[in-house]
């Protein structure tokens, strides 16, 4: 009997063994991955139809699709408003269909463009760049311009730009990228920087490419980035047309004033505060009233310090800057005084181009050297010199430096006094230098520059960490700089004032130029790169008209 159960045992395990390696051998694999998009079968009505008049458009396909991200890659040109809508959003089906919400214009050619946000179902395979085109009219309008488009002040270049066309007629003006849609669009969504404008009719135009953040269609110069092309663009034309986009420094703007502390009130603005004049009046202010202004070091505020308190409940600011003029009523509220609190700018280690400074909460008022000492390792005193820096609030203690050294700096009481009368304690502070060897340093050398010209090390987010201004030939050299990856730009100062100044749209006038070395800079310690960059003699030649 058990020899009996053995061999059955021994017949159900052969068989599990046998039942094992045929599905071994013979399980599905699932095959290769899907790539191939789908396919269009038909359009009804017909793609590129003549005399449209249909309100619902369906494109049919061979296999089940959805739509991707179609917010952000449908171009509809000439933009409808309202805008069409487009199914299916969130499931799968075997056509897309269009329902036109808006009354069509005549004698006007359509192009739908769904870049690439008709995908499959199973592995999400687009179907690229997909156009269905109709006319109003008895024909279809074929003209196109090309071209490309690039940051005026920055290595790449934004995605989702929209390049568009305005008509010029006996209605434009300048102030139309403000309130109108326009004739016609595209998009270099998120994969290049070139564009085609397609299916134009003849004429004159306005090209303008717009970041446009908000989706609208219309240029809005707080939030939106701007490129265009000074001359008129006339369509059939041969030529290239590249635009670079940049930000516009802001129309001067104030915000509604904030209290923020006691003797400390907030005004937040846009634009160029250079020749910002401020003015408080109102009836009870006090014949002594003495005011600071300090920037804060992030955003666009400034500080309106007074002294003394003020007892009354409201008075009147007055904000001027060239043509700004601009009055606000503001209301005092009674909130305790910050006391000072005074730290270094830099601790530890100072690297040679850095000064030693100290900030605080509230104003600087003064200083007084005499109770300041600077010690070097050898317990020697240094020289030194202090400056006030009172906008944006530092009291600056300027000495030289030499390689690993090491400094004991030290300010006595009274040594800085406040903008309230407030004077410091005792305050100690420890700094030291790095070997020369720890360093790098780059020479830049130029060649077909055009005078001045400011040279920039920035890491890879394109902020500036090292910056020289070149008035004549010769070798660039930035020296003891901190060890890094850096990339370099050249900024054609065409009006010497020692900064870039982007364009504007209204004034017709074009970023200033910068160049950008095409590799990156290895900058290692105690290694001596040099880079040499040569540059166009000119700017490339705007298309003839």
Known sequence: MKHLELKNLLTIFIIIVALYSCANRGTPTGGPKDETPPEVLRTEPENFSTNFNAKEIRIYFNEYVKLDNLQRQLIVSPPMDPEPTVTPLGTANKYVKIIINDTLEPNTTYAINFGQSIVDNNESNPYPFYKYVFSTGTYIDSLKISGNIASADARVTDQFVSVMLYEIDSTYSDSIIYK??????????????????????????????????????????????????????????????????????????????????????????????????????????????????????????????????????????????????????????????????????YSGSLDFDKVFSLEANVPFESIDERLITILDKDSLPVSFATSLDTLNNYVQIRFELVEEGSYEIQALPNAVTSFFGEV?????????????????????????????????????????????????????????????????????????????????????????????????IEARANWDPIIEFNLLQTSPDPPEN
């Not at 400011?454 to 030939?473: C, G, H, N, P, R």
């Open 424 to 520: 410091n304690d005792t305050l100690n502070y420890s700094i030291r230098t790095k070997a020369y060897s720890d360093y790098s340093n780059v020479r830049v050398i130029l060649n077909n520059a055009v005078y001045p010209m400011i040279l920039q090390l920035t890491d890879k987010m394109e902020v500036v960490k090292y910056e020289k201004f070149a008035t004549a030939s010769g070798p660039v050299d930035f020296d003891l700089i901190t060890p890094g990856v850096y990339y370099l730009r050249v900024i054609y100062d065409s009006n010497g004032n020692r900064k870039w100044d982007s364009g504007n749209y209204l004034e017709k006038r074009q970023p200033e130029r910068i160049s950008f070395y095409p590799d990156e």
């Open 180 to 345: 109108e849609r326009p004739r016609y669009i595209t998009n270099t969504l998120d994969s290049l920087t070139t564009y085609t404008l397609e299916n134009l009719k003849e004429g004159k135009y306005l090209l303008v490419a717009v970041k446009d953040k908000n989706s609208n269609y219309k240029y809005e110069q707080r939030s939106d980035k701007i490129g265009f092309y000074e001359g008129i663009v006339n369509v059939p034309s041969d030529s290239i047309y590249n635009v670079k986009i940049f930000k516009e420094v802001l129309d001067f703007e104030v915000f509604k004033p904030f209290q923020v502390s006691g003797q400390k009130i907030g005004i937040p603005y846009q634009g160029d505060r250079k020749n910002l004049n401020i003015e408080i009046f109102g009836d009870s202010l006090p014949d002594n009233l003495e005011t600071r202004l300090t920037k804060d070091k992030k955003t666009d505020t400034l500080y309106y310090w007074y002294r003394p308190k003020v007892e009354i409940d409201s008075a009147k600011f007055r904000f001027e800057n060239l043509t700004y003029v601009d009055t606000v009523k503001y209301r005092f509220r009674d909130l305790p005084r910050d006391s000072m609190q005074i730290k270094p700018l």
